[in-house]
């Protein structure tokens, strides 16, 4: 037997729709249940031929035990190790090498020095720092967003260099970008499962939260077809199994906006019915095929181009 274990936090609708959708299935030889931690030893294998992973972001302990699952056999969605790697900056600096159109972005150093660092700590930053090239650069308006993030926590739309001046207190410890603002005709999100699976939905962040998925515009053919190249290429280099992006079209060019969001929202609530279903049915038959093509006792994680191009550079130790 095969046990496909899905870990999760306060959310309930996909989790639970996704459980079901697995066993309704009657698929010989798998079952799919809430994953159940009792105990955590190091080496020791998990019973989960899969894990679907929705919260190890928020709960470090949940993370050490995906990776000591991952290394004892269990095909972990999402890879623990690349996103524990992972932040919103690499990930732009990526776009920037696979040519996925990206707003312009740079990282700022934290507005306050971190917990035991002072002023001598930083003696590799130049004083001052070139901000006017910075400002240049990006230009106003501008959006200021942490480095590693998500649920549109600490998300700044700066007007001018005045608001960036008195905003960036705000943010303390945190790094953040700041990122030119694309103005855009449209707005998609869109899910990918697999590097392979791509649902492209409308979507307004200008509504309500309730209505973001309520749009009045529809991609056409070419422009479907454009995102999800863009929208395949950026998982398949990144490595992610389960992510969403985002991309907001500005004279024709998708630029993607978010793409690092490895236990995107999948509620019912927000999502809609349609996609629901859709997010729902493709999870489930995802995690099916993982959990076939389990070999137990050995690394089942997906890799992506970034990380599997270098690693098979020839190896430094013998
Ligand atoms: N560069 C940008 N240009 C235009 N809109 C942006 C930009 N960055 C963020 N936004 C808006 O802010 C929202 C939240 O920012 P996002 O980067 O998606 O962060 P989070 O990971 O918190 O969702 C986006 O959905 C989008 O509506
Ligand atoms: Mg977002």
Known sequence: MKKIGILFGKERSFPHGVIERINSKKIDGIIAEPVSISKVMQGEATDYAVIIDRISQDVPFYRAYLK?????????????????????FFNNCLATKIDVPVPKTVI??????????????????????????????VGFPAYMKPFAGGGWKNVYRLDSLGDFYEKHPETEQLVMMLQEEIIFDEYYRCYCIGGKHVRIMPYEPRNPHHLRYVADFKPTKERLKQMEEIVLRINQYLGYDFNTVELAIRDGIPYAIDFCNPAPDADIASVGQENFEWVIETAASYAIERAKAQKPGQDNLTWGKYISNSATKKALYK
């Open 108 to 137: 700022l150093p934290s507005y306050e020095h971190p917990d035991d660092t002072g002023n001598e700590s930083f003696s590799n930053l130049a004083f001052p720092m070139d901000w006017e090239g910075i400002f240049e650069y």
């Open 68 to 88: 000591n699952a991952a290394l004892t056999g269990t095909a972990v969605i999402n890879n623990p190790f690349w996103w524990s790697a992972d932040e919103k």
